[in-house]
């Protein structure tokens, strides 16, 4: 079993449709978690942190949920804009460092 | 965040010869990495770049095929030694300040 794992997608939506990815975990002791978003030939971009309350920031929600070992990310109305791979990071999962997960590769079409 | 550049942005090589990347943060910086991003997969940690000691390298990868130097806390670099077409790959660097960031990548070709 991997240990940070995504549906590699691609997940196909039109503009203005909610989508959310999941990432599962395989430590329960791991400490943090991430999710980047990284556009096509480009490096990876702190998108956002996941706390235990959950958060938000804007049309994004990230959620943890512990007992089930896994984050979430969820965009509400899609913009052609969000199309890109969006990679969860776990920290503690596997030693004193970030484990990535495959990504799942967004497209959203007009 | 910190401002992290790297020289080159990309290489195309023939095999067997080496390449050195360099990292350049505007910062200090405690924590320093290096990753390796092939085609179509994700982020794998190659080594934990450690100031004023030797890397700390992850299962699978070694000193004498990616010697790492850290000399300062503002710079590091990675050489990919005796390339092959397999070390065909994007290459991070990648610091922590107030969350994890990356370089934009070395784009590295290897005939």
């Known amino acids: 079993r991997k240990e940070v794992e995504q549906d590699p997608g691609p997940f196909n939506v039109p503009e203005g449709a909610t989508v959310a990815f999941n990432c599962t975990y395989s430590n329960s002791a791991s400490q943090s978690f991430f999710w980047y978003r990284q556009d096509c030939r480009k490096e990876p971009k702190l998108l956002m942190s996941v706390y235990s309350s959950g958060n938000e920031d804007g049309r994004f929600t990230a959620q943890l949920n512990r007992a089930s070992q896994y984050i979430s990310l969820l965009i509400r109305d899609s913009k052609l804009s969000d199309s890109a791979t969006y990679l969860c990071?776990?920290?503690?999962?596997?030693?004193?460092?970030?484990?990535f997960g495959g990504g799942t590769r967004l497209m959203v079409k007009p | 965040s910190a401002v992290i550049s790297q020289k080159p942005s990309r290489d195309i090589c023939q095999r067997g010869t080496s390449l050195t990347i360099q990292c350049q943060v505007d910062?200090?910086?405690?924590?320093m990495f290096w990753y390796r991003q092939q085609p179509g997969q994700s982020l794998t940690l190659i080594a934990t770049?450690?100031?004023?000691?030797?890397?700390?390298?992850e299962s699978g990868f070694v000193i004498d095929k990616f010697p790492i130097s850290r000399p300062n806390l503002t710079f590091s670099t990675l050489t990919v030694s005796n390339m092959s077409p397999e070390d065909s790959s994007i290459y991070l660097c990648?610091?922590?300040?107030?969350?994890?960031?990356f370089g934009p990548g070395t784009r590295l070709t290897v005939l």
């Open positions: 910062s200090q910086v405690t924590m």
């Open positions: 770049a450690n100031q004023g000691s030797e890397a700390t390298y």
């Open positions: 990648s610091v922590v300040s107030q969350g994890q960031f």
């Open positions: 990071a776990v920290f503690g999962n596997a030693g004193n460092m970030l484990t």
